[in-house]
């Protein structure tokens, strides 16, 4: 199906809501009935039917089918944020008994899913380095159930070989769950690598704007329709009509968006590797970086994240570059218009976090819509140029 197709028509049915252009906000809990034979088809299967909001409702049906068709797959669940759509997909593959196999340094809240939430329930978890599928074969065990990827992370950007890590959970009988915030589908499909599962932090570029939290799981409709008859329907993550709406406004722009940044993000990582003061820069498709092949073989684009390191020596040197950045806000997430930069020297001085895993002259960047030479403006006056 076409994007243009996908973004702007697929699932609207305009014809049902008075021929309205934009998308309509059905914000009704429940849905009546006059039949009682439709009524009974209805509690057969919430999934396809509009019985009551908690499993379905027309709003979200429309979201679920633009970004089901956007991930190539067959359909998605939209839950009411990034982590609850990551647990919900897990914890749907695994018993007591069950062990997981996952990436390297996943996203925080996927770690304490895997460290902290599911050991109490009897199921372990091993990290391996990804990047080596050797890795992950060794780690394989008679009760591992799922594969967890992130291809790229969100801090350093290690990827994993999607079709080898396929051809390994087909072969071995595991699900593959791959979280694709970094890239979102316009610029990686994993499910045409061969991949299972596909979860998203909506909250990001799917909706652009900065003004709601979401998730979604994409896969194949059975294993979308058990998600939803426990996971989803019994914990009840759901996301709201309302939310739907804004989610599907965002994805209007979302190729416009990605484009604007990734091109604007090559611009400032550009000036960024000439600079006497960037020891390091992370960002996959430099031509330097070891993974740079598969990143040009599995991704289109690279969108607006990239993180740096700095050649400050202390950790007051690398507050004062902070202090001195006037145009990027100081926040954790991405995919609005607004520039971010996330400096992990905040992450030193808190208790509990007396070793943090990063160096405290790293800096992630994410760049939105604002002209990058603006950007670039003010990375050089907080360098001192």
């Known amino acids: 199906m076409h994007l243009s197709e ?3 028509h697929l699932g609207e049915e305009r014809e049902h809501y008075f021929n309205a252009v934009s998308t309509p906000v059905i914000q009704s809990s429940n849905f009546a009935f006059k039949d009682l034979e439709v009524f009974r088809n209805s509690l057969k299967n919430e999934l396809s039917s509009h019985l009551y909001t908690r499993g379905n409702n027309p709003t979200v049906k429309i979201l679920r089918q633009k970004i089901a068709a956007l991930e190539s797959a067959e359909d998605a669940l939209v ?5 609850a759509a990551i647990s919900a997909a897990v914890i749907a593959q695994v018993n007591a008994g069950d062990h997981i196999v996952c990436v390297n340094a996943p996203y925080s809240w996927t770690n304490v899913l895997l460290k902290r939430f599911l050991p109490r329930f009897g199921v372990a978890s091993t990290y391996v380095d990804a990047t080596d599928t050797s890795e992950i074969e060794k780690a394989i065990r008679p009760n591992t159930k799922v594969l967890y990827l992130e291809s790229p992370n969100s801090l350093t950007f290690e990827m994993q070989d999607l079709a080898a890590c396929a051809a390994i959970c087909q072969k071995h009988g595991l699900v593959s769950i791959i979280d694709n915030s970094y890239c979102s589908p ?3 499909r994993p499910i045409e690598w061969g ?3 596909v979860v998203h932090s ?3 570029y799917l909706n652009g704007h900065s003004d709601v939290v979401a998730g979604v799981v994409c896969g194949s409709k059975a294993l979308i329709q058990k998600i939803f008859d426990t996971e989803q ?4 993550a759901i996301i709201s009509p309302h939310d739907a709406n804004l989610i599907t406004r965002g994805l209007r722009t979302l190729p416009l968006r990605m484009k604007r940044s990734d091109e604007s993000a090559q611009k400032v990582v550009e000036w960024l590797e000439a600079h006497p003061k960037v020891k390091k820069i992370y960002y996959p498709f430099l031509e330097d970086t070891p993974q740079y092949e598969l990143a040009k073989k599995q991704m289109s684009g ?3 994240l990239f993180s740096i390191e700095t050649t400050a020596e202390t950790l007051e040197e690398a507050e004062a570059f902070f202090y001195r950045l006037k145009r990027f806000l100081f ?3 991405w995919g609005g218009h607004e520039s971010l930069v996330f400096p992990t020297c905040s992450l030193y001085g808190i208790e509990g976090k007396s070793n943090p895993p990063l160096p405290f002259n790293f800096y992630r960047f994410y760049i939105g819509l604002e002209e990058p030479e603006w950007l670039i403006e003010d990375l050089a006056q907080a360098f001192g140029d």
């Open 79 to 83: 839950f009411a944020s990034g982590s």
């Open 202 to 204: 909506a909250t990001k």
């Open 302 to 304: 690279c969108g607006g």
């Open 331 to 333: 926040a954790v997430s």
């Open 195 to 197: 991949i299972d599962l």
């Open 6 to 8: 996908i973004l702007y």
């Open 233 to 236: 329907m019994c914990l009840g």
């Open 186 to 188: 316009i610029f990686q």
